[in-house]
């Protein structure tokens, strides 16, 4: 393992204590990655800040990607508060292939895809999964 500079982290939310012991155990860089195939993919920095690297999923790789958090009533939330995710950006499609219905409850009429994850923002922008709106399998 003596080559090994970085573990990679998706999928599920890991807890602050297991990043903590991946890096230290593994000697290594960890970064953790959170995406979906509907377009926003996000990343934690190489060599991030421990609080960072093990609080958060970091920031979306591109610039002209755009952050909506929401209350259940639609309101919008500040950094620091809980709700769900939409999302709007250069590689968000627009809408499902021939799926008007799914469309209408998967995204906004303004364009934004509502993701379904519980997040909030730290201070510098950071997204930090919470949870889901629903649970899907």
Not at 18 to 45: D, K
């Given at each position: 393992?003596?080559?090994?500079?970085?573990?990679?982290?998706?999928?599920?939310?890991?807890?602050?204590?297991?990043?903590?012991?991946?890096?230290?155990?593994?000697?290594?860089?960890?970064?953790?990655?959170?995406?979906?195939?509907?377009?926003?993919?996000?990343?934690?920095?190489?060599?991030?800040?421990?609080?960072?690297?093990?609080?958060?999923?970091?920031?979306?790789?591109?610039?002209?990607?755009?952050?909506?958090?929401?209350?259940?009533?639609?309101?919008?939330?500040?950094?620091?508060?809980?709700?769900?995710?939409?999302t709007r950006g250069p590689y968000t499609p627009p809408?499902?292939?021939?799926?008007?219905?799914?469309?209408?409850?998967?995204?906004?009429?303004?364009?934004?895809?509502?993701?379904?994850?519980?997040?909030?923002?730290?201070?510098?922008?950071?997204?930090?999964?919470?949870?889901?709106?629903?649970?899907?399998?």
């Amino acid at each position: 393992l003596s080559s090994l500079r970085f573990v990679h982290i998706g999928g599920a939310t890991l807890a602050p204590t297991t990043a903590a012991h991946i890096a230290t155990t593994l000697h290594c860089q960890l970064q953790q990655v959170y995406g979906m195939a509907e377009g926003l993919i996000c990343y934690t920095p190489p060599h991030a800040p421990h609080h960072i690297a093990h609080h958060t999923q970091g920031k979306p790789i591109s610039p002209h990607d755009e952050l909506h958090i929401i209350d259940t009533h639609g309101n919008p939330q500040p950094p620091g508060h809980t709700g769900e995710l939409l999302t709007r950006g250069p590689y968000t499609p627009p809408g499902y292939h021939n799926a008007p219905t799914q469309n209408t409850t998967s995204y906004t009429p303004d364009g934004w895809y509502r993701t379904g994850d519980l997040v909030h923002l730290t201070p510098d922008g950071n997204i930090v999964i919470t949870g889901r709106v629903k649970d899907l399998i």
